[in-house]
């Protein structure tokens, strides 16, 4: 089991620095010259002597090998450069705003599976009957609503005209609702879909009816043989879905003005402050790959299939 | 399940229908989608202007009609080149040899690791907001999905029993590739870019809400949406509109994929 | 003791009463007794099979006839009226083995349950149990521990005689229970259900296309073709003197491969 742990992460660690590859690109690539727009952002009027001097000390005409090894030994140690817009650690700037994506994140991924699993076990033990067919069309639906709209929706209709909910920011508890909801939303729908096909699938599984004819008690299989079968498809959808989320949303955190990593990255993208924009990419990046791998360990604990070291006999 | 063949009917004559509404834009649309006449401004539906007008007084149906066509021109046009470059790339880790797959998968994770809307607006934004930005963006930002899904097919597709046997006569190359492995993946390719259209209306409409897409005054509806925000209570129509169009978009798409990938399977057996 | 009595069994299509898949199938079965089931393939075997442990795929299901387990009556309409007479009273043990094993649970645990969860011992007892039932199957005790995959196909189908001494079934119906088998394990295996029937007194229903697994295993022989059941009856006279035309077709098509005179 731990060698093929290692392989996956040094897998892992090599899709890593490929991210930070592409992020460094960014920086060398956008159009621009970043000592003009840092010196700009300062409010100074930025004359050739000062830009050539700042260039200088950012060692932005070095080559670009040496360019790309010194950003990659400081990112190592965390130094991931400085905002153009307000100077601070550009990790920093991610750090600061990482709780209040968390908090998003968290209540969505909750909501998420909570609609998700009820959906998918509804429609499955109905499969057939209206309430399925009802579940399907209402999913689809759902997943067609674009959910900037779905939120400007809820804003205009709950918010505006009945007035029970804050509309935007974050604050109390009330300022979760409606962005949480909208951001769970197509998630929900989608993975409700998903959940009933596994459970149709594993429950149509040859081991299933074996089990029945051993006689088992229908409890007994559905949590020793179905369950430990549906759950590492689902695991992984979790896995990624979670991971996505903690990146946080870029839509829905500008419809509701959620002060979270999503906001971050369309004001630093719109205001071209690139050591911010690679901060958010290689924090989001890794954070999604530990919890890939996170669910891979609890998938290899569940299915041996999935675990190649233990060892297999000819069939 | 029942139905499926009813929902891809659905879906398709919908698409068809916005189509058509697209592509007839320049002679059906009531008034220029440009023409602004602050005096105009903020009007409700009316018979003039069926769907009223927007803050500068623009009619807000024809700004629809056109809007549709760079919307869904836009969409075609990067799925056709988002799935290529998938394509390509994916039979390339097929078939160009383990140190060529590791690599490509490296990739592909690299790029699977960040949520699609972000790489493809950091991508897309810092390639410059213009409708070539949003394609280049949601093309980089979207290719790994494909390679990933067309490195499965072509595996499992590799390994059938008569691929096999084929291979196994000494067929191999653009003769394999062309005769027995593409011939393959046409129908679950198909399927994929139903399910993803919806996706890539979405993400171009999305961009234009944050500023980062086509830019005004193109009219196009994410960024109508955008504009619909500041009048949310007094001109409700404003943020209906163009909601519905991206909405009614995506149905299309995403009915055509949920018809298609339920075709053809037999009612379940009983549970317990 | 009658275990098991069959009569004018008919399965097919619900609403395809007129082209049922298997029809007159009549069976009986005394306590001890083994009864083979035989026919070319597609001939009907394993569906009636199924029937008799109410495991028909959906939609097939009972059309009509009349099925007695232990004396009673089953409700044919109802697919779960077997539901409470599976495992203990009649015990199905499919044709490949390598899906009816659940790939996520070890070998030892799938014996067990059928002890604690189906014939309701201490879960400590079924386990113990569980390893002395694999090594009374030939297999060592250790590979409890281990899971279906890691298992070839021969060592699989004797975990599912295992469970099969484990539940201890009334009657026991083994579709192609030694096909795959190299000629050693299939030996065995049908040495295992001899053990059975005689130490337990379960009857047997065994379902195969080779004739040379009946002969000697099973007291009685029916023949299915093309869904109906065209001849039953003692096995040694049915083989020598087969009255229906099918049956003396299947008999000499065996000869001919063993390589005797026809």
Known sequence: MTRTLVARAMHLVAALFVVSVGAFALFALAPGDPAEAILRDRNEAPDPAQVAALRQELGLDDPLAVRSARWLVRACRGDLGHSWRTGAPALAEVARRAPATLQLAGCSFLLVVLFSVAAGVVAAFNRGRPADHVLRIASVLTISLPNYWLGLLLISVVAVQIGWLPVMGRGSPAHLILPALTLSAGAAALQGRVLRATLLQVMAADHIRFAQAKGLPPRVILLRHALPNALPPLVTMWAVSLGHLLGGSVVVETVFAWPGIGQLTVTSVLGRDIPVVQAILLTVAAVFMLVNLAADLVNRRIDPRLDRSGGEASP | ?272 | MRVLEVSGLAIGLPGGQAHPLVRDVELALDAGGAVGITGESGAGKTLTACALSGLLPDPIRVLGGRVEILGEPVDVDDPRAFRRRRGREVFMVFQSPAGALDPTARIGGQVAEALWAVRGWTRADAHRESIRLLESVGLDGRLSRRYPHQLSGGQRQRVLIAIAFALKPRILVADEPTSGLDEAARRQVLALVRELRDTEGTAVVLITHDLRVLAGNVDQLVVVHDGCQVEAGPTGALLRHPAHPHTAELVRAFRRLEGAPP
């Open chain 2, 1 to 272: 399940m029942i139905g499926n063949r009813l929902l891809i009917v659905i879906g398709s004559s919908l698409m068809l229908v916005l189509g058509l509404a697209a592509l007839a834009a320049p002679w059906i649309a009531p008034h220029d989608p440009l023409a602004a006449d602050p005096a105009l401004r903020l009007q409700p539906p009316s018979p003039t202007f069926p769907f009223g007008t927007d803050q500068i007084g623009r009619c807000v149906l024809s700004r629809l009609l056109w809007g549709a066509r760079l919307s869904l021109g836009t969409a075609a046009v990067t799925l056709a080149l988002t799935t290529l470059v998938g394509m390509v790339i994916g039979l390339a880790a097929t078939f160009g040899g383990r140190f060529v797959d590791r690599a490509i998968g490296v990739a592909v994770d690299a790029f699977l690791a960040l949520p699609g809307m972000m790489l493809t607006m950091v991508l897309a934004g810092l390639a410059g907001p213009s409708t070539v930005g949003v394609v280049l963006g949601l093309t980089a930002a979207s290719w790994a999905w494909w390679a990933r899904l067309v490195r499965s097919l072509a595996l499992s597709a590799r390994e059938q029993e008569y691929v096999l046997g084929a291979r196994a006569v000494g067929v191999h190359g653009p003769r394999l590739l062309l005769r027995y492995i593409l011939p393959q993946l046409r129908q679950p390719l198909l399927a994929a870019v139903a399910l993803r259209a919806g996706w890539v209306i979405i993400a171009i409409s999305a961009l234009g809400f944050l500023g980062l897409g086509i830019q005004p005054p193109a009219p196009e509806w994410g960024a109508m949406l955008q504009e619909a925000r500041l009048h949310l209570a007094t001109a409700p129509w404003l943020m209906l509109a163009p909601g519905v169009a991206v909405t009614a978009a995506v149905l299309a798409c995403n009915l055509v994929a949920e018809g298609a990938q339920h075709l053809g399977e037999r009612p379940p057996r009983e549970l317990l």
